[in-house]
Structures are given as C-alpha cells and as structure tokens.
C-alpha cells in the first residue's frame, strides 16, 4: 500500500507541475493569459558582489514590515548590517493609502534618526531606497508599478491601480524623510538578489513565509509579452506571482474550500491559501474543530476559542507538528495556551490520529 500512496503522490506531483508549466508559458504570452501574471521586473541584473556604498532596503510583505541598512564593500560584501522590523497594526491593513504609507515613512525616518557612524553616506548624495513590497504589481519601470490587488490580509481597495512608489514617496515627503525610491521588486525577486549576491549560480528564489511566490531568471527571447528592446544581458527577471496558481490536480479539500469562500479575496490565491503560513494554522483549526464536533475530540463539549478563525496560528501548528514525546505534551500545552482552556484533554483515540 506504500508504494502505491508514493506512486500516485508522485504522479499526482508531475501533473501539478506540467499544469503549472502550462500557465507559465501562457502567462509570458500574453497578460491575463494565465492565472500566474508571470510579470516582468524590469531587472535584467542581478548583483555581482562589485557593489560599494550605503543602501537602505524597506520590506513591506505581510503583518510585518522590516528596515534595513547595509555598508557594502566589493572585498568583504556587507561590512555592517542594521535592521528593525515593526508590527502592522491591523487597522492599516485595511484603512487608507495615506495612513499605511505615512506609518511606514514614520517608523522608516525613527530608523534613519538611529544611524550609527560605521555607515558612510558620501557627502552630497541621497539616500537610496529599494523598496521591497510583496504584492502583485504590474511594473511600469524599475522605480515604479501600479498594485494589481492585495493579498494576506490586506484589503484597501482605494490603493488598488495606484503606483505603490509614488505613495510611499508622498508619506516619505509628508514625514521629512530625505530618501529616494531606487528600485521597486517583489520580495521573491529580493530573494532571488540576495540569493545571486552569495552564490553566482543561483537562478529561482521561492518565499514559503506568510504568502508563497517564486521568482526565476528566463531568457527575454523567451517572452512574447515583452514588446520592448532586449536587455544587454539578454535575461529578464520574472515574478511567477505562483500564489494565485489552480488546477484541478491541486488536491483542494473541503477545509480550503470554506477558508477560501470566507477570504478577503475568495477564488483568488487559491495555491497559496493551500501551503502559506498566513492559513495553515487556519486550516488545522477547521480540522480540529470539525473533530472536535464530530469526534470528541476534546470530549463532551467544543472549545469556545475553537470556533475564532485565526485563533490557532501556524507558529503553533508547526511546534506541535515537531512533537515527538509519547504523550504529545506539547500539543497539549499549545492547544491548552490558545483555546485558553484550564486543562485540556485529548481523547486516546485522537491523539494517536494527531502523531
């Protein structure tokens, strides 16, 4: 029985991957030729380890969002290295352009204020910012995209087909921070950057953190959409947006179903709602509930916590998936913490289910 499971999980396997195949090269044909926008970056190099100066990143991809500074050498690459990363309150998320911006461009010019001596910023010169934002964009340039539509949790419907560069070079404004927007890419692109900085063959990047996107170098040739000169180098950086990948070899479950059809955005993202970090606490949740009614799981009576989506979050799921003691301890105590039950019992019979 083994072997058969394996075998249909590997073929099962191959047709996901030749039906993702399919879309890719529908999505460089045309756009909206495919569920996966395969958009074109505008970055046809990638480092070479050459760089020098001081750079400022700003990473904007979920409920978080980071700073980051870098002295760059081309001897030893990154000299120094600050960083800060900052909540999202969820107000923002689905408030207006102008407070989320200004939020960020508050917390960006705190940063700023913060510089230690070690970075050197020539005399006369900008700061430069490359701006990592994690959302499906259409690129118009390499400073500049308009937002096609939000995901994780993200819903201002105002921002949408609005040029996120330009935003956040009004709240930079607005807040007197002295910063230039560089370059605008995705954070699997980002990824795929830092990735080249330390190992001259890497060609793909794939983000499996709150969302789940991939980002790979193609040849310009190979890109029927692309309507301009080729690049020098002859290669185009192409952001799959995979997240929003569906097929019918996906094995979608019911529990995906019902998360999808309750979203901020249902029928959209559907690969991504399957193996994300932002849902698969969620889903684990609709399990355990659906068990807890159904099979007694935690005996005569459903957690009243159990029934709040989001309540159990991935970080959770993930320790208890790693519990390895005889009697799931740490199950317990996870499941004891976020259903904020006194004690907390699981029925024999389930509890082997879970291991």
């Not at 569920?35 to 050459?50: A, F, S």
């Not at 870098?70 to 102008?98: C, D, H, K, W, Y």
Request: proline share 5%; hydrophobic share 40%; charged share 25%.
């Amino acid at each position: 029985m083994g072997k058969v499971t394996v075998g249909a999980a590997v073929i099962g396997g191959a047709a996901v991957a030749d039906a993702m195949t399919v879309e890719m090269h529908a999505g460089l044909a045309s756009e909206g030729g495919s569920k996966l926008k395969m958009l074109i970056t505008y970055v046809d190099n990638l480092p070479t380890r050459e760089e020098e100066g001081v750079y400022y990143a700003l990473d904007l991809g979920g409920t978080n969002f980071r700073v980051l500074r870098v002295q760059l050498s081309p001897n030893s690459g990154i000299e120094f290295r600050e960083f800060a990363e900052v909540s999202i309150p969820p107000q923002f998320m689905v408030g207006t352009p102008e407070a989320l911006f200004d939020y960020i461009a508050a917390e960006l010019a705190k940063f700023i204020a913060d510089e230690s001596e070690k970075f050197r910023l020539p005399p006369g010169r900008q700061r430069e910012l490359g701006f990592t934002f994690s959302f499906p964009v259409m690129q118009l340039s390499i400073d500049s995209g308009t937002l096609i539509r939000w995901t994780k949790g993200f819903s201002i419907d105002e921002m949408v087909g609005k040029d996120v560069v330009a935003e956040l070079t009004k709240a930079m404004d607005r807040q007197g921070v002295d910063m230039r927007v560089s370059a605008l890419v995705n954070d699997t692109v980002g990824t795929l950057a830092g990735g080249k900085y330390d190992n001259k063959d890497v060609a793909v990047a794939v983000i499996l953190g709150t969302g789940s996107n991939a980002a790979y170098v193609e040849r310009a040739q190979a890109i029927p959409k692309w309507h301009g000169p080729h690049p020098k180098s002859g290669e185009m950086v192409i952001n799959m947006e995979w997240g929003n990948f569906k097929s019918s070899h996906l094995p979608i479950t019911e529990y995906e179903n019902t998360l999808d059809a309750e979203s901020l955005n249902p029928g959209e993202q559907i690969f991504e709602k399957m193996i994300a970090g932002m849902y698969l606490g969620e889903l684990l949740r609709r399990v355990l509930h659906r068990m807890a009614e159904e099979a007694a799981l935690f005996g005569d009576t459903v957690p009243p916590k159990l029934k709040t989506q989001f309540i159990l979050r991935t970080p959770e799921m993930s320790a208890m998936h790693h519990d390895t003691s005889p009697d799931l301890k740490v199950v317990g105590e996870k499941l004891k913490d976020v259903l904020e039950q006194k004690s907390m019992t699981i029925e024999k019979p389930i509890q082997s289910m879970i291991a």
